[in-house]
Structures are given as structure tokens and as C-alpha cells.
């Protein structure tokens, strides 16, 4: 007499389950929507000193004995395209890998020559390629408009324009900046676009080195383009 109710009760709980069970499968995480962006644009970074030298002429004994000429080194402003991807390892946290192809004009202030001459600057195209690893922290904001912290590190070679000088390096940077989504519901491989800025500070370590001055500094802007998927 019981038993027919029991079993349609029984079955009446099992057709309920079964979909719930498939629509949200136990154990499995949801995965992160938005988890990885690219930015396209331009960096400027301005003018940094490369420090003095003097160039003598060495007696018999090697050491200096008559003062050729000073220069006096300075790098102009640094301008060029910049292209990043980050990935998101945590919701304020993100990893980016970047790499920058960038032009300057090196000059040089020649004084003090010994035969007189007077002061004269004479002046080479550099081409700096870089490529560095960075870590974002968003520390305000997370919906349209996110502020966030920057630090990186990385190699770069600089060669002048005639390749009579090339050298190697390291180069660290800082700085705090913006994103701005100005598009938030696209969809396919853009699902978000927006605008990032960024001030930062860029330390340069050896590189092309023509004065007493190895560590160079100097400020930079970096302006792109940001697309999210």
C-alpha cells in the first residue's frame, strides 16, 4: 500500500537532482572570465646624463701626462612603440612581459682641447631594444577605471647608428598609473578595450657608457592602447 507513493516521491527527487548536477558539476571551479590582456603604444623617457670624461695622454710610465680633451655626455630624449601581455595570478595581482624598440640621439660636448679648438657637439642615433618582466598590483578600482603600482626589470642593447658602438645591459622601473575600459561587454578576442597610462621611473645599468657615469635615470611616459579577453 506504501510503496507506490515512496517510489514516485523517489523518482520526483531524482529528476530534480539530475539537472541541478549537470548544470553545475561538483568539484569544478569556475574559471576567471577576464584573465589575460594586451596593450600596444608608446613610451617617451627623458633626457639622462652619461657622466664626464676626460681623455689624456700617458707618459713613459703610464701615467697621464698632458690633457687631451673633456667631453661632456648626455642622452636626449628616449621615444619608440612598446608592446605588453600580462596574465592575472590573482584578482589585484597581474604578471606582464613587455619589450620595447626605442630611439635617442647621443651627444657629446667636446671642451678644453689642447690645441685650443673651440667647443664643439657632435651628436649619433642610438637604437635601444629591451625586453623585461613586470608585476602589477591594482591597489584601487577594479571596475571601469583601476589605478594601480608597477615594478620591472629587464635586459636591453643599445647600438649606435653606425653599430660602431654597442653594448649590453640591465634596466629596473617603477612607476604608478591607470586603466581605463571604455568598452566592457564586446565580444570574441575583444571583449574589453580601454586606455592605460603610466609614469614611471627607468634606472639604466652599463649599456653604451662614454663618461664616468655607469647607472643612468631617467623619466618616462608609456601611453596605450589596452584590450582584454
Do not use: C
Not at 635586459?155 to 612607476?175: C, P, Y
Not at 571583449?191 to 653604451?208: D, N, Q, T, Y
Request: net charge positive.
Amino acid at each position: 500500500m506504501t510503496a507506490g507513493p515512496l517510489a514516485l516521491l523517489f523518482a520526483t527527487s531524482l529528476s530534480v537532482a539530475a539537472p541541478a548536477a549537470a548544470q553545475a558539476p561538483a568539484g569544478t571551479p569556475a574559471r576567471p572570465a577576464r584573465d589575460r590582456e594586451w596593450s600596444v603604444g608608446g613610451s617617451l623617457t627623458g633626457r639622462s646624463s652619461m657622466g664626464d670624461a676626460t681623455a689624456t695622454l700617458l707618459g713613459s710610465g703610464g701615467e697621464p701626462s698632458v690633457g687631451l680633451f673633456r667631453t661632456e655626455n648626455r642622452f636626449g630624449a628616449v621615444a619608440g612603440p612598446e608592446l605588453a601581455i600580462a596574465f592575472r595570478f590573482r584578482p589585484d595581482l597581474w604578471i606582464e612581459v613587455a619589450g620595447a624598440l626605442t630611439r635617442a640621439s647621443l651627444t657629446s660636448r667636446v671642451t678644453n682641447d689642447a690645441d685650443g679648438a673651440p667647443a664643439f657637439v657632435v651628436s649619433t642615433p642610438v637604437i635601444r631594444v629591451s625586453a623585461e618582466a613586470g608585476v602589477l598590483w591594482y591597489f584601487r578600482g577594479q571596475d571601469a577605471t583601476a589605478w594601480f603600482l608597477r615594478g620591472g626589470a629587464g635586459f636591453l642593447r643599445e647600438g649606435s647608428g653606425t653599430l660602431a658602438l654597442a653594448e649590453n645591459g640591465l634596466l629596473a622601473s617603477g612607476g604608478v598609473g591607470f586603466r581605463h575600459w571604455w568598452r566592457t561587454n564586446g565580444t570574441g578576442a575583444f571583449k574589453r578595450v580601454g586606455l592605460r597610462a603610466e609614469g614611471r621611473g627607468v634606472f639604466l645599468m652599463s649599456g653604451i657608457n662614454l663618461g664616468e657615469r655607469a647607472l643612468r635615470f631617467g623619466p618616462a611616459g608609456v601611453l596605450s592602447l589596452v584590450v582584454g579577453y
